[in-house]
């Protein structure tokens, strides 16, 4: 069936950059997108961007512009997030989705990788 | 960039009513950019609806979506007791996409 495994908890500094992973099974890994969403402690669900998997061409949300690297590995169809320059708002659990280019929606979900900044 | 406000941020029912919950975008967005999720807290989002009107697979038929422009709508029409949790609406398009705040449906 189609998943999508993330890494581990992450523990950052101030200032520090984390890079999430995203390994993906079960489909063909390049007929689909992979966007990034984030969801801080309280508050709700935040579109980060997403990743075109075939040229790895990028569409990413105004406020990480500069500070976020979204790519892919089509040998291991696996997707990375890196975020860089990590403040304490940066805390949060972050998701990898699959991307529908047909139907613009996110139908699969990793479960879920959380981030703390202290 | 878009900005999606869904309203209200919180709509108390009881089991069997019908919940209205609204998104309204602040420019004209194509129906097929819309999606709608049900998140419950401590598990991933699930998709709902997209292309503002179509069920994802799985989706029971107490679930409906519609609207165009700038004014999308999601219906639960009997609420059952795994409904009253926290709903989103969510734009991805040629813009660089963006959620609503989120409903959250309670019980009365």
């Known amino acids: ?118 | 960039e878009i900005v999606l406000t869904q309203s209200p941020g919180t709509l108390s029912l009881s089991p069997g009513d019908r919940a209205t919950l609204s998104c309204t975008a602040s420019h004209y967005i194509t129906s097929t950019s819309l999606a709608w999720y049900q998140h419950i807290p401590g598990q991933p989002p699930r998709l709902l609806i997209y292309g503002a009107s179509t069920r994802a697979t799985g989706i029971p038929d107490r679930f409906s979506g519609s609207g165009s422009g700038t004014d999308f709508t999601l219906i639960i029409s009997r609420l059952e007791p795994e409904d009253f949790v926290l709903y989103y609406c969510h734009h991805y398009g040629s813009s660089p996409g963006a959620f609503g705040q989120g409903t959250k449906v309670e019980i009365k």
């Open chain 1, 1 to 118: 069936q189609v998943q999508l495994v993330q890494s581990g908890p992450e523990v950052k500094k101030p200032g520090a950059s984390v890079k999430v992973s995203c390994k993906t099974s079960g489909y063909t890994f390049v007929n689909f997108g992979i966007g990034w969403v984030r969801q801080a402690p309280g508050q709700g669900l935040e579109w980060m961007g997403w990743v075109g998997t075939y040229y790895g061409h990028t569409n990413y949300a105004q406020s990480f512009q500069g500070r976020v690297a979204m790519t892919t590995d089509t040998s291991t169809n696996t997707a990375f997030m890196e975020l860089r320059g990590l403040t304490s708002d940066d805390t949060a659990v972050y998701y990898c989705t699959r991307l529908s280019l047909a139907y613009y929606a996110m139908d699969v979900w990793g479960q879920g990788t959380t981030v703390t900044v202290s």
